[in-house]
Nanobody
C-alpha cells in the first residue's frame, strides 16, 4: 500500500518561503505522476502543481506560477514544493497525491493515493 506523508508546513509572513516535502513509501516514485493540491475553508480543493512520472514535465497553476516550483528526488522517493513570495491567499492545507498515469492531471479524481496534508499559514 502506497503511503504519502507531507511535511514542511508552518506559519510564515507574507513574502516568505517554505518548502513542502512528500515522502512516498510502499512504492517507487518512478511509478507515479505526483501532484500538489490545496484546500482552505472557503475554497474547494485546488490543483497547485504536478510533475510527470519521470520528472521531465512540470506544470503549475496560474495562481502560483513563477512563485512555486515542484520537483522530485527519486533517490529519496520524495516530492517537493518550493514556495516563494508567499501571499495570505496561499493559506491552506496542502496535500500531495500520486497518480498511476504518466503525466498526472489537474483533477483530484485522477489521483489514487493522498497524504494527510500539511497546514500552511501566511500572515499579512
Amino acid at each position: 500500500q502506497v503511503q504519502l506523508v507531507e511535511s514542511g508546513g508552518g506559519l510564515v509572513q507574507a513574502g516568505g518561503s517554505l518548502r513542502l516535502s512528500c515522502a512516498v513509501s510502499g512504492g517507487s516514485l518512478s511509478d507515479y505522476a505526483m501532484g500538489w493540491f490545496r484546500q482552505s475553508p472557503w475554497q474547494e480543493r485546488e490543483w497547485v502543481a504536478r510533475i510527470s512520472r519521470h520528472g521531465f514535465n512540470k506544470y503549475h497553476a496560474s495562481s502560483v506560477r513563477g512563485r512555486f516550483t515542484i520537483s522530485r528526488d527519486s533517490a529519496k522517493n520524495t516530492v517537493y514544493l518550493q514556495m516563494n513570495f508567499l501571499k495570505p491567499e496561499d493559506t491552506a492545507i496542502y496535500y500531495c497525491a500520486a497518480a498511476g498515469s504518466r503525466y498526472g492531471s489537474d483533477d483530484a479524481k485522477d489521483y489514487d493515493y493522498w497524504g494527510q496534508g500539511t497546514q500552511v499559514t501566511v500572515s499579512s
